[in-house]
Protein backbone atom coordinates (compact mmCIF):
# COMPACT_ATOMS: atom_id res chain seq x y z
CA UNK A 1 0.00 0.00 0.00
CA UNK A 2 1.40 3.59 -0.47
CA UNK A 3 2.46 5.17 2.23
CA UNK A 4 0.23 8.76 3.13
CA UNK A 5 2.33 11.73 2.24
CA UNK A 6 4.01 13.73 4.86
CA UNK A 7 1.72 16.86 6.80
CA UNK A 8 3.74 19.90 6.63
CA UNK A 9 3.11 22.72 9.04
CA UNK A 10 3.34 26.41 8.17
CA UNK A 11 5.70 27.40 11.18
CA UNK A 12 5.66 31.12 11.62
CA UNK A 13 4.81 33.16 8.73
CA UNK A 14 7.75 35.19 8.87
CA UNK A 15 10.29 33.12 8.92
CA UNK A 16 12.27 31.09 6.25
CA UNK A 17 9.66 28.47 6.65
CA UNK A 18 7.55 30.27 3.39
CA UNK A 19 11.00 29.80 1.38
CA UNK A 20 12.31 26.44 2.47
CA UNK A 21 9.09 24.66 1.75
CA UNK A 22 9.21 26.38 -1.87
CA UNK A 23 12.82 25.07 -2.23
CA UNK A 24 12.37 21.80 -1.27
CA UNK A 25 9.03 20.89 -3.45
CA UNK A 26 11.30 22.52 -6.66
CA UNK A 27 13.53 19.70 -5.73
CA UNK A 28 11.20 17.16 -5.46
CA UNK A 29 12.58 14.99 -8.78
CA UNK A 30 16.33 15.56 -8.16
CA UNK A 31 16.26 14.56 -4.51
CA UNK A 32 13.14 11.83 -4.94
CA UNK A 33 11.32 13.80 -2.05
CA UNK A 34 8.47 12.29 -0.22
CA UNK A 35 4.98 13.63 -0.95
CA UNK A 36 4.37 16.25 1.34
CA UNK A 37 1.78 18.74 1.44
CA UNK A 38 1.72 22.12 3.65
CA UNK A 39 -1.23 23.43 6.34
CA UNK A 40 -1.65 27.06 5.81
CA UNK A 41 -2.45 29.45 3.38
CA UNK A 42 -1.85 29.16 -0.07
CA UNK A 43 -1.66 32.96 -0.52
CA UNK A 44 1.48 32.98 1.64
CA UNK A 45 3.48 30.98 -0.48
CA UNK A 46 2.04 32.60 -3.26
CA UNK A 47 3.28 35.84 -1.90
CA UNK A 48 6.99 34.13 -1.26
CA UNK A 49 7.54 32.79 -4.46
CA UNK A 50 7.19 35.87 -6.09
CA UNK A 51 9.28 37.81 -3.73
CA UNK A 52 11.83 35.52 -4.78
CA UNK A 53 11.05 35.80 -8.05
CA UNK A 54 10.08 31.84 -8.31
CA UNK A 55 8.06 30.29 -10.49
CA UNK A 56 5.59 27.54 -8.76
CA UNK A 57 2.22 26.20 -9.14
CA UNK A 58 0.02 25.95 -5.56
CA UNK A 59 -3.08 23.97 -5.42
CA UNK A 60 -5.26 23.89 -2.65
CA UNK A 61 -6.59 20.44 -1.97
CA UNK A 62 -7.33 17.96 0.52
CA UNK A 63 -4.54 15.93 2.36
CA UNK A 64 -6.32 12.34 0.42
CA UNK A 65 -5.82 14.18 -2.77
CA UNK A 66 -1.96 15.71 -1.79
CA UNK A 67 0.10 12.66 -3.05
CA UNK A 68 -1.32 13.06 -6.34
CA UNK A 69 -1.26 16.66 -6.85
CA UNK A 70 2.44 16.49 -5.69
CA UNK A 71 4.53 15.71 -8.85
CA UNK A 72 2.94 19.04 -10.81
CA UNK A 73 2.03 21.62 -7.35
CA UNK A 74 2.65 21.60 -4.06
CA UNK A 75 -0.03 20.63 -2.21
CA UNK A 76 -1.69 23.26 0.41
CA UNK A 77 -4.48 22.49 2.93
CA UNK A 78 -5.94 25.16 3.94
CA UNK A 79 -6.69 25.81 7.65
CA UNK A 80 -9.15 28.99 7.34
CA UNK A 81 -6.48 31.34 8.75
CA UNK A 82 -5.33 34.16 7.29
CA UNK A 83 -1.02 34.37 7.20
CA UNK A 84 0.36 37.93 6.94
CA UNK A 85 3.67 38.07 7.78
CA UNK A 86 5.84 40.08 6.49
CA UNK A 87 9.40 38.42 6.11
CA UNK A 88 12.12 39.31 8.85
CA UNK A 89 9.29 41.35 10.95
CA UNK A 90 7.34 38.64 12.38
CA UNK A 91 4.42 39.65 14.87
CA UNK A 92 1.82 37.58 16.48
CA UNK A 93 -0.91 38.37 14.06
CA UNK A 94 -0.37 35.14 12.51
CA UNK A 95 0.11 33.02 15.40
CA UNK A 96 -3.22 31.47 15.40
CA UNK A 97 -2.31 30.51 11.82
CA UNK A 98 1.27 28.72 12.68
CA UNK A 99 -0.71 27.04 15.40
CA UNK A 100 -4.02 25.91 13.60
CA UNK A 101 -1.93 24.34 11.13
CA UNK A 102 0.10 22.26 14.15
CA UNK A 103 -3.41 21.32 15.31
CA UNK A 104 -4.50 20.07 11.75
CA UNK A 105 -1.38 17.95 11.17
CA UNK A 106 -1.72 16.35 14.16
CA UNK A 107 -5.42 15.46 13.32
CA UNK A 108 -4.38 14.51 9.90
CA UNK A 109 -1.86 12.13 11.07
CA UNK A 110 -3.73 10.68 14.08
CA UNK A 111 -7.02 10.55 11.37
CA UNK A 112 -4.29 8.35 9.34
CA UNK A 113 -4.69 10.57 6.20
CA UNK A 114 -0.62 11.61 6.87
CA UNK A 115 2.20 9.20 7.20
CA UNK A 116 3.98 11.73 9.48
CA UNK A 117 4.14 15.64 11.35
CA UNK A 118 6.95 17.60 9.97
CA UNK A 119 7.25 21.03 11.51
CA UNK A 120 8.14 24.08 9.69
CA UNK A 121 10.28 26.23 12.65
CA UNK A 122 8.08 28.89 14.86
CA UNK A 123 8.95 31.61 16.54
CA UNK A 124 8.86 30.65 20.44
CA UNK A 125 8.50 34.14 22.29
CA UNK A 126 5.60 35.79 19.15
CA UNK A 127 3.53 32.38 19.66
CA UNK A 128 4.11 33.20 24.08
CA UNK A 129 3.09 37.00 22.95
CA UNK A 130 -0.15 35.22 21.54
CA UNK A 131 -0.32 33.47 24.99
CA UNK A 132 0.78 30.00 23.55
CA UNK A 133 1.62 27.98 26.74
CA UNK A 134 4.05 25.61 25.51
CA UNK A 135 7.94 25.71 26.00
CA UNK A 136 8.13 24.77 21.83
CA UNK A 137 6.41 22.29 19.47
CA UNK A 138 7.65 18.97 21.56
CA UNK A 139 5.40 19.81 24.62
CA UNK A 140 2.38 21.10 22.58
CA UNK A 141 2.67 17.59 20.33
CA UNK A 142 3.04 15.98 23.26
CA UNK A 143 -0.41 17.39 24.94
CA UNK A 144 -2.21 17.03 21.37
CA UNK A 145 -1.06 13.03 21.68
CA UNK A 146 -2.72 12.69 24.99
CA UNK A 147 -5.20 10.23 25.17
CA UNK A 148 -7.48 9.08 28.13
CA UNK A 149 -6.07 12.27 30.06
CA UNK A 150 -2.77 10.74 29.99
CA UNK A 151 0.01 12.86 28.05
CA UNK A 152 3.36 10.96 26.35
CA UNK A 153 6.73 12.18 27.57
CA UNK A 154 8.20 13.48 24.88
CA UNK A 155 11.51 13.28 24.00
CA UNK A 156 13.71 15.81 21.86
CA UNK A 157 16.43 13.84 19.57
CA UNK A 158 18.60 15.59 17.31
CA UNK A 159 19.81 13.34 14.82
CA UNK A 160 22.08 13.48 11.70
CA UNK A 161 24.24 10.74 9.81
CA UNK A 162 27.25 12.34 11.98
CA UNK A 163 25.46 12.66 15.64
CA UNK A 164 22.51 11.74 17.32
CA UNK A 165 21.79 13.97 20.45
CA UNK A 166 19.26 13.81 22.93
CA UNK A 167 19.25 16.23 26.01
CA UNK A 168 17.46 15.37 28.85
CA UNK A 169 16.30 18.57 30.00
CA UNK A 170 14.98 20.65 27.27
CA UNK A 171 14.03 24.15 26.89
CA UNK A 172 14.89 25.50 30.54
CA UNK A 173 16.96 28.52 31.93
CA UNK A 174 20.67 26.74 32.65
CA UNK A 175 20.13 27.19 36.39
CA UNK A 176 16.64 25.20 36.45
CA UNK A 177 17.69 22.84 34.25
CA UNK A 178 20.16 21.84 36.64
CA UNK A 179 17.95 21.75 39.75
CA UNK A 180 15.23 19.28 37.43
CA UNK A 181 18.17 16.79 36.62
CA UNK A 182 17.40 13.37 38.62
CA UNK A 183 18.16 9.84 38.38
CA UNK A 184 14.44 8.42 37.49
CA UNK A 185 14.22 11.66 34.45
CA UNK A 186 17.42 10.30 33.09
CA UNK A 187 16.76 6.42 33.38
CA UNK A 188 12.83 7.58 31.58
CA UNK A 189 14.60 9.65 29.04
CA UNK A 190 16.71 7.03 28.21
CA UNK A 191 13.95 4.08 28.15
CA UNK A 192 12.13 6.28 25.58
CA UNK A 193 15.38 6.69 23.19
CA UNK A 194 16.15 2.63 23.01
CA UNK A 195 12.14 2.18 22.28
CA UNK A 196 11.81 4.46 19.87
CA UNK A 197 15.52 4.15 18.12
CA UNK A 198 14.34 0.40 18.26
CA UNK A 199 10.90 0.52 16.59
CA UNK A 200 11.15 3.62 14.37
CA UNK A 201 15.10 3.33 13.35
CA UNK A 202 15.58 -0.35 12.92
CA UNK A 203 18.47 -0.76 15.65
CA UNK A 204 17.78 -3.35 17.85
CA UNK A 205 20.34 -2.42 20.49
CA UNK A 206 21.13 0.85 20.97
CA UNK A 207 24.51 2.08 22.30
CA UNK A 208 24.09 4.84 25.09
CA UNK A 209 26.54 7.67 25.72
CA UNK A 210 25.72 9.42 28.87
CA UNK A 211 27.14 12.61 29.12
CA UNK A 212 28.40 13.94 32.98
CA UNK A 213 27.01 17.54 33.97
CA UNK A 214 29.94 18.83 35.56
CA UNK A 215 33.96 19.24 34.27
CA UNK A 216 35.76 16.10 34.01
CA UNK A 217 31.72 14.37 34.45
CA UNK A 218 32.70 15.43 38.45
CA UNK A 219 36.23 14.79 38.45
CA UNK A 220 35.63 12.56 41.03
CA UNK A 221 33.44 14.68 43.52
CA UNK A 222 35.61 17.45 43.34
CA UNK A 223 33.81 19.59 40.77
CA UNK A 224 30.48 19.10 41.36
CA UNK A 225 28.48 15.63 43.39
CA UNK A 226 25.95 15.02 40.85
CA UNK A 227 27.58 12.97 38.53
CA UNK A 228 28.12 10.84 41.23
CA UNK A 229 25.06 11.14 43.09
CA UNK A 230 23.00 11.20 39.74
CA UNK A 231 23.80 10.63 36.77
CA UNK A 232 26.13 7.48 37.51
CA UNK A 233 23.06 5.95 39.21
CA UNK A 234 20.96 6.35 36.91
CA UNK A 235 23.36 4.63 33.97
CA UNK A 236 23.40 1.35 36.89
CA UNK A 237 19.80 1.66 36.88
CA UNK A 238 19.70 0.84 32.75
CA UNK A 239 22.86 -1.37 32.13
CA UNK A 240 20.25 -3.31 35.03
CA UNK A 241 17.71 -3.43 32.52
CA UNK A 242 20.01 -4.83 29.66
CA UNK A 243 20.68 -1.53 28.07
CA UNK A 244 23.78 -0.79 26.50
CA UNK A 245 24.73 2.62 28.53
CA UNK A 246 28.05 4.31 29.23
CA UNK A 247 28.65 7.10 31.64
CA UNK A 248 28.89 9.43 32.95
CA UNK A 249 31.20 10.64 30.44
CA UNK A 250 33.01 13.96 30.28
CA UNK A 251 31.08 16.12 27.46
CA UNK A 252 34.67 17.78 26.64
CA UNK A 253 35.81 14.42 25.21
CA UNK A 254 32.94 12.62 23.96
CA UNK A 255 31.92 14.15 20.83
CA UNK A 256 35.46 14.11 18.73
CA UNK A 257 35.08 11.78 15.48
CA UNK A 258 37.04 8.36 17.03
CA UNK A 259 34.58 8.35 20.27
CA UNK A 260 30.89 9.39 18.18
CA UNK A 261 31.80 5.64 16.76
CA UNK A 262 31.20 3.79 19.93
CA UNK A 263 27.91 4.39 20.63
CA UNK A 264 24.47 5.46 18.65
CA UNK A 265 22.97 8.22 20.72
CA UNK A 266 24.35 10.59 23.10
CA UNK A 267 22.10 11.40 26.16
CA UNK A 268 23.31 14.80 27.32
CA UNK A 269 22.10 16.65 30.41
CA UNK A 270 20.74 20.08 29.11
CA UNK A 271 20.12 21.67 25.78
CA UNK A 272 23.30 23.18 24.78
CA UNK A 273 25.42 20.54 25.65
CA UNK A 274 23.29 18.43 23.33
CA UNK A 275 22.88 21.02 20.26
CA UNK A 276 26.01 22.48 20.23
CA UNK A 277 28.27 19.64 18.80
CA UNK A 278 25.24 18.35 16.87
CA UNK A 279 24.74 21.71 15.20
CA UNK A 280 28.49 22.39 14.64
CA UNK A 281 28.81 18.99 12.92
CA UNK A 282 25.91 18.73 10.87
CA UNK A 283 23.54 22.32 10.70
CA UNK A 284 22.59 21.80 7.43
CA UNK A 285 21.89 18.18 7.85
CA UNK A 286 20.45 17.64 11.52
CA UNK A 287 16.92 16.42 12.05
CA UNK A 288 14.72 17.08 15.45
CA UNK A 289 12.85 14.33 16.17
CA UNK A 290 10.40 14.28 18.55
CA UNK A 291 10.60 10.26 20.26
CA UNK A 292 7.53 9.33 22.53
CA UNK A 293 4.84 10.15 20.44
CA UNK A 294 2.30 7.67 19.02
CA UNK A 295 3.14 9.61 15.93
CA UNK A 296 6.27 11.10 14.02
CA UNK A 297 7.28 14.16 14.49
CA UNK A 298 10.59 15.67 12.53
CA UNK A 299 11.60 19.08 12.07
CA UNK A 300 14.83 21.18 10.62
CA UNK A 301 17.08 21.83 13.21
CA UNK A 302 17.02 25.23 13.12
CA UNK A 303 15.06 28.05 13.34
CA UNK A 304 13.13 31.13 11.79
CA UNK A 305 16.43 32.88 10.57
CA UNK A 306 14.71 36.18 10.06
CA UNK A 307 17.53 37.89 9.28
CA UNK A 308 17.02 35.61 6.07
CA UNK A 309 13.77 35.23 5.35
CA UNK A 310 12.48 35.90 1.93
CA UNK A 311 16.18 36.80 0.68
CA UNK A 312 16.53 33.34 -1.49
CA UNK A 313 19.52 32.63 0.94
CA UNK A 314 17.51 30.01 3.33
CA UNK A 315 18.96 26.41 2.51
CA UNK A 316 16.26 24.06 2.66
CA UNK A 317 18.88 21.27 3.01
CA UNK A 318 17.80 20.32 6.97
CA UNK A 319 14.18 20.36 6.26
CA UNK A 320 14.47 17.92 3.34
CA UNK A 321 16.66 15.57 6.01
CA UNK A 322 13.35 15.75 7.79
CA UNK A 323 11.51 14.86 5.30
CA UNK A 324 13.36 11.82 4.40
CA UNK A 325 13.64 10.67 7.48
CA UNK A 326 9.72 10.84 8.27
CA UNK A 327 9.09 9.06 5.38
CA UNK A 328 11.75 6.55 6.49
CA UNK A 329 10.77 6.47 10.13
CA UNK A 330 7.02 5.84 9.11
CA UNK A 331 7.80 3.12 6.09
CA UNK A 332 10.24 1.40 9.36
CA UNK A 333 6.99 1.64 11.95
CA UNK A 334 4.87 0.24 9.32
CA UNK A 335 6.43 -2.80 8.33
CA UNK A 336 7.04 -3.75 12.22
N1 LIG B 1 11.92 23.77 15.62
C1 LIG B 1 11.72 25.06 15.83
O1 LIG B 1 10.59 25.52 15.70
C2 LIG B 1 12.87 25.96 16.20
C3 LIG B 1 12.62 27.29 16.39
N2 LIG B 1 13.63 28.15 16.76
C4 LIG B 1 13.24 29.56 16.91
O2 LIG B 1 13.85 30.31 15.88
C5 LIG B 1 14.03 31.66 16.31
C6 LIG B 1 15.41 32.15 15.87
O3 LIG B 1 16.40 31.36 16.54
P1 LIG B 1 17.98 31.51 16.31
O4 LIG B 1 18.62 31.12 17.56
O5 LIG B 1 18.29 32.82 15.69
O6 LIG B 1 18.35 30.35 15.30
P2 LIG B 1 18.18 30.21 13.73
O7 LIG B 1 18.45 28.77 13.44
O8 LIG B 1 16.87 30.74 13.28
O9 LIG B 1 19.33 31.11 13.08
C7 LIG B 1 20.69 31.04 13.45
C8 LIG B 1 21.57 31.48 12.27
O10 LIG B 1 21.59 30.45 11.27
C9 LIG B 1 21.12 30.93 10.02
N3 LIG B 1 20.24 29.91 9.43
C10 LIG B 1 19.29 29.20 10.09
N4 LIG B 1 18.68 28.37 9.24
C11 LIG B 1 19.25 28.54 8.03
C12 LIG B 1 19.03 27.96 6.73
N5 LIG B 1 18.11 27.01 6.53
N6 LIG B 1 19.78 28.39 5.71
C13 LIG B 1 20.73 29.34 5.89
N7 LIG B 1 20.99 29.91 7.09
C14 LIG B 1 20.25 29.52 8.15
C15 LIG B 1 20.35 32.21 10.33
O11 LIG B 1 20.32 33.08 9.23
C16 LIG B 1 21.07 32.74 11.54
O12 LIG B 1 22.18 33.51 11.12
C17 LIG B 1 13.79 31.65 17.82
O13 LIG B 1 12.56 32.28 18.06
C18 LIG B 1 13.72 30.18 18.21
O14 LIG B 1 12.75 29.96 19.19
C19 LIG B 1 14.92 27.71 16.93
C20 LIG B 1 15.23 26.38 16.74
C21 LIG B 1 14.24 25.42 16.35
N1 LIG C 1 16.51 24.18 20.09
C1 LIG C 1 15.62 23.27 19.51
C2 LIG C 1 14.28 23.86 19.42
O1 LIG C 1 14.07 24.98 19.84
C3 LIG C 1 13.21 23.05 18.84
O2 LIG C 1 12.14 23.01 19.71
P1 LIG C 1 10.74 22.43 19.32
O3 LIG C 1 9.93 23.57 18.83
O4 LIG C 1 10.93 21.37 18.31
O5 LIG C 1 10.23 21.90 20.62
Not at 209 to 221: F, R, T, V
Request: neutral net charge; glycine residues 8%.
Amino acid sequence: MRQAPLALTLGEPSGIGPDITIAAWLKRSTDNLPPFYLIGDADLIRRRAERLGVRIEIAETSPQSAAEIFPRALPVAPTGHVATGTPGAPDSTSALAAIASIKQAVADVKAGVASAVVTNPIAKSVLYEAGFKHPGHTEFLAELAATHGKTPKPVMMIWSETLAVVPVTIHLPLREAITTLTRELIVETARIVVTDMRKRLRLPSPRLAIAGLNPHAGEGGTLGKEDGAIVAPAVEDLRREGIDARGPLPADTMFHEAARKTYDCAICMYHDQALIPVKTLAFDSGVNVTLGLPFIRTSPDHGTAFDIAGSGRANPSSLIAALRLAARMAATSAAT
